[in-house]
């Protein structure tokens, strides 16, 4: 019998993206399904649907209208994943790189693991390609395993800036399931850039009297920024949430964890932690979407409230909860 780890091998699932190819290497990779080289019957599925997919194999260089789609799919591929970039043109842009309208290869959208160079790419260095691109699987689906093995060596600390990366990523990769939830892709945490979360590690939250507790100690930095907070294994970023306080009200937001490692507990501690992050303040609140039963769940199980509800899109409304912590004094901002 195969076993979960095998599968990967014996048939991966692949998915195959036009990005702006002059359809020479689209021929070549079909041709690998053709009777000649027949890679189906090697177990390669070639299917349209990327939730399905454990390859991402993307031809022609990267244009302006591409560029969100390859995003778009990339983001939908279950973990682990690999990319193979098929082609000059998607390892970089090729012939085409200077072209006014052509932002390059496909590394400048989303992480490339195999590059198969080539103008057209032959069959032959398409199919070695989805061989190298199963070898990367296979690690990558070991280094997840091991993670998940030593789940309950998770370590929550402080992020720094120089998480941001680590941290959109996770982030585009825990708030999918919520764009799916709604249909609607239009969530603040799928639409942010790097930039913009590197901004708010230096932002500070609109105040007028604020104290951001460092657990143990009275911050001596500048604690009255917004804090995030990271569930770490084996040096990798599970889970994250972030918060803020303003005038005795601690904000909550971007609770998430890895799909691989939820129902684990995980952001549960994270809440946890952040809370304890907010020693003085009188409330907390945090908001969710409102078909969001888990987050929901697991805020009235601790105790918050729901106290507003807004429509933020068609499809999407906020749900408000809030909680006072216990033996906190009544807080002059609590929205009853
Ligand atoms: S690498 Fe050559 S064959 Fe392939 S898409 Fe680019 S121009 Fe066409």
């Not at 939730?51 to 993307?58: G, Q, T, W």
């Not at 825990?174 to 239009?186: I, K, P």
């Not at 946890?272 to 929901?296: C, I, M, W, Y």
């Not at 199980?301 to 499809?315: D, H, N, S």
């Amino acid at each position: 019998m195969i076993g979960f780890r095998d599968a990967f091998s014996k048939s991966p699932w692949l998915l195959h993206y036009d990005a702006s190819s002059c359809n020479g290497c689209d021929i070549e990779t079909l041709a690998c399904l053709t009777p000649l080289y027949d890679v189906e019957r090697l177990g390669v599925i070639n299917t349209g649907n990327p939730k399905h997919a454990d390859i991402f194999l993307v031809t022609g260089a990267v244009n302006e209208q591409s560029r969100d789609v390859i995003k778009n799919i990339y983001h939908q591929l279950p973990e682990p994943k690999v990319v193979v970039a098929v082609g000059i043109c998607a390892c970089s842009g090729g012939i085409f790189r200077e072209c006014y309208n052509i932002a390059g290869g496909v590394d400048n959208v989303i992480p490339v693991d195999v590059y198969v160079p080539g103008c057209a790419a032959r069959p032959e260095a398409v199919i070695d390609g989805v061989v190298k691109a199963l070898g990367v699987l296979e690690s990558k689906q070991r280094e997840m395993v091991a993670l998940a093995d030593s789940i309950d060596k998770v370590v929550y600390l402080r992020a720094a800036k120089i998480d941001a990366p680590e941290l959109l990523a996770l982030q585009r990769i825990a708030y999918q399931s919520e764009a799916e939830l709604y249909g609607d892709d239009s969530l603040p945490a799928l639409q942010q850039t790097l930039e913009e979360l590197e901004e708010d590690f230096e932002r500070r939250p609109q105040r007028e009297v604020a104290l951001l507790g460092v657990r143990g100690t009275e911050a001596e930095d500048p604690a009255d920024r917004v804090v995030f907070l990271k569930a770490v294994v084996n040096g990798k970023i599970i889970g994250s949430v972030r918060g803020y306080a303003v005038d005795g009200t601690a904000y909550l937001s971007r609770m998430m964890v890895h799909p691989y490692f939820r129902r684990r507990g995980i952001g549960r501690r994270l809440l946890d932690e952040v809370e304890a992050a907010f020693p003085h303040v009188g409330r907390f609140e945090a908001k969710t979407g409102h078909q969001s039963k888990r987050n929901l769940f697991q805020l009235t199980q601790r105790g918050y409230q729901v106290f507003k509800q807004e429509p933020f899109t068609p499809a999407i409304t906020w749900v408000y909860l809030q909680k006072q912590p216990a033996g906190a004094p009544p807080s002059a901002s609590s929205k009853n």
